[in-house]
T-cell receptor, first 113, second 114 residues
């Protein structure tokens, strides 16, 4: 049973518009969530995170929203840029569990100029 | 700082052959992880280590062994490679207080088993 799901394998947006990537989870023990970005032939790199005690975290053009009751989080990118084109992975942790993360399958974002 | 490095970058094996993937990090991180990524899927944890000399099983440990003899190195071994182990392997590391910290990933090793 997949505990972290990203139901949209791909997303295409126009440059300058908002990109919204979604992630759902099933394990209520998860209390820390992260987004990673991955370019082809590279390893994932950390983008932004949020603790379960918050419902929003913002870092420049990137904002992550957490809805605990719905077990749903989303990543907003505003404005989107062509360099944002990559695969985005949602990850979730239980904070007492050796730092291990459970990853979603990823969403490929394409930002068109 | 080089961050997390992986050796080799590419490898082709025949079924039944063995090999070792090497991961090294220069950030003095306590925790290290090995993941595999298959097409269209996320990263799945194979094994992990919370410190020198300790290892533990992850989500998909069968067919793999690991060792953490030095804090900076984490080795992943395949004793008898199978086509199902064709994948991209990523190593990652994180600080000891990893509960609220991100992982730093290496560039990956693309392994093909014929």
């Amino acid at each position: 049973d997949q505990q972290v799901k990203q139901n949209s394998p791909s997303l295409s947006v126009q440059e300058g518009r908002i990109s919204i990537l979604n992630c759902d989870y099933t394990n209520s023990m998860f209390d820390y969530f992260l987004w990673y970005k991955k370019y082809p032939a590279e390893g994932p790199t950390f983008l932004i995170s949020i603790s379960s005690i918050k419902d929003k975290n913002e870092d420049g053009r990137f904002t992550v929203f957490l809805n605990k009751s719905a077990k749903h989080l989303s990543l907003h990118i505003v404005p989107s840029q062509p360099g944002d084109s990559a695969v985005y992975f949602c990850a979730a942790k239980i904070s007492t569990n050796a730092g291990k993360s459970t990853f979603g399958d990823g969403t490929t974002l394409t930002v068109k100029p | 700082n080089a961050g997390v490095t992986q050796t080799p970058k590419f490898r082709v094996l025949k079924t039944g052959q063995s090999m070792t993937l090497l991961c090294a990090q220069d950030m003095n991180h306590e925790y290290m992880y090995w993941y595999r990524q298959d097409p269209g899927m996320g990263l799945r944890l194979i094994h992990y280590s919370v410190g020198e000399g300790t290892t533990a099983k992850g989500e998909v440990p069968d067919g793999y062994n690991v060792s953490r003899l030095k804090k900076q190195n984490f080795l992943l071994g395949l004793e008898s490679a199978a086509p199902s182990q064709t994948s991209v392997y990523f190593c990652a590391s994180s600080y000891e207080l990893a509960n609220y910290n991100e992982q730093f990933f290496g560039p990956g090793t693309r392994l093909t088993v014929l």
